[in-house]
């Protein structure tokens, strides 16, 4: 395991998550930044966190007032240190992990008609089916929901034809693309 990482804000600030070793969590700064453009948005929505990881975005999301977070995580072991990270915070009533490959989970989540208000996706640099992921994910946001994509700057935007890129954020060599069907609420 690496160094925890820090719960920024919310009912938990301050406290730390176990990191598997091999994951590239999402960067402190970023964190930061996502959670400062969603202000009070975030409270009471229903959230998914693709390649979840560490789980570090929807537990701050969770510490932050969501009302629940389903994660998304190909690797066992991983989604076990999530389940682990959950439990130490309190969160099991309002959590829960799926251990399968992201693509498999949003057609199961589209099958099942089920639907999130935010949808955060930090999936390897190197994943060539963005456009795919974005078209998948159209089909599990509300209409007034939120798609966040975190990428490598030079990674072109994927175009999908359901979600419009409404803004980026860049922050070092990353960068936070939002898409949305329709202009959320108070973001």
Do not use: C
Request: aromatic residues 8%; positive net charge; without cysteine.
């Amino acid at each position: 395991m690496k160094k925890g990482l820090e719960i920024q804000g919310g009912t938990k600030k301050g406290h730390k998550i176990k990191t598997p070793r091999g994951i590239r969590p999402t960067r402190a700064l970023l964190k930061r930044s996502l959670f400062d453009r969603l202000g009070g948005w975030i409270v009471g929505v229903r959230m998914m966190e693709l390649y979840a990881g560490s789980g570090a975005v929807g537990l701050e999301a969770l510490s932050r007032g969501a009302s629940s977070v389903v994660f998304v995580e190909a690797s066992r072991q991983v989604a076990l240190t999530i389940k682990e990270n959950i439990k130490k915070l309190g969160f099991s009533d309002r959590a829960k992990v799926i251990n399968a490959r992201a693509e498999k989970a949003l057609r199961e989540f589209i099958a099942n008609g089920e639907k999130f208000d935010f949808v955060f996706a930090d999936p390897p640099y190197k994943l060539q089916q963005l456009e795919q992921l974005t078209e998948l994910v159209a089909d599990v946001i509300e209409d007034e929901g939120l798609f966040v994509l975190e990428m490598h700057k030079k990674t072109p935007a994927p175009i999908t034809r359901r979600l419009k890129l409404w803004k980026e954020a860049r922050i070092g060599d990353t960068i936070l693309r939002f898409y949305i069907r329709d202009i959320p609420g108070d973001i």
